[in-house]
């Protein structure tokens, strides 16, 4: 992983001999959580931020995609059809729990992630997979309004006093 700066500079954030990808940062900014296979499969792992050295946490058992809490209070992750949380302190310290399945279903696509957490940290937004062509949704659409506003005065006209 590299930072970049707004001076065009690069700089290495840390690097492992597995092939790491999916980087998130905890809400306070203090820890990163990502994948890697440096173990010889996908894990998430945890490290401070922005000092690589520190110490670095295994936080699950085969997963990707890791999404912090709102509250950084909990790390979400994606393993196989499950979805699994982790309850975690991640304040100026960092320690871990159990991983937990919290739901399973075909929410998720190989690649990408396609799901997030909604801000009250109570609700996921996901993306269903058919599973069969039978499945197949009806007609969709979807509308792009350009110069929302401009299209909004000429629909619903201001009055004047």
Do not use: C
């Amino acid at each position: 992983f590299v930072e970049f700066f707004q001076d065009s500079s690069v700089k290495p954030i840390f690097g492992t001999q597995g092939l790491e990808e999916e980087l998130n940062f905890s809400p306070n900014g203090k820890w990163l959580a990502y994948t890697s296979d440096e173990s010889g499969s996908p894990e998430i792992y945890v490290r401070p931020y922005p000092k690589s050295s520190g110490g670095v946490w295994k936080i699950s058992n085969g997963g990707r995609k890791p999404v912090w809490s709102p509250d950084g209070k909990k790390i979400y992750y994606q393993n196989g059809n499950a979805m699994y949380s982790v309850d975690v302190t991640s304040t100026d310290t960092f320690s871990k729990g159990n991983p937990k399945k919290i739901f399973e279903g075909s929410y998720f696509l190989r690649y990408g992630r396609r799901f997030d957490i909604h801000p009250d940290g109570d609700k996921f937004i996901m993306i269903q997979r058919l599973e069969s062509p039978e499945e197949t949704p009806g007609e969709q659409k979807i509308f792009v309004i350009q110069n929302f506003d401009e299209e909004l005065k000429r629909l619903v006209p201001v009055g004047k006093d």
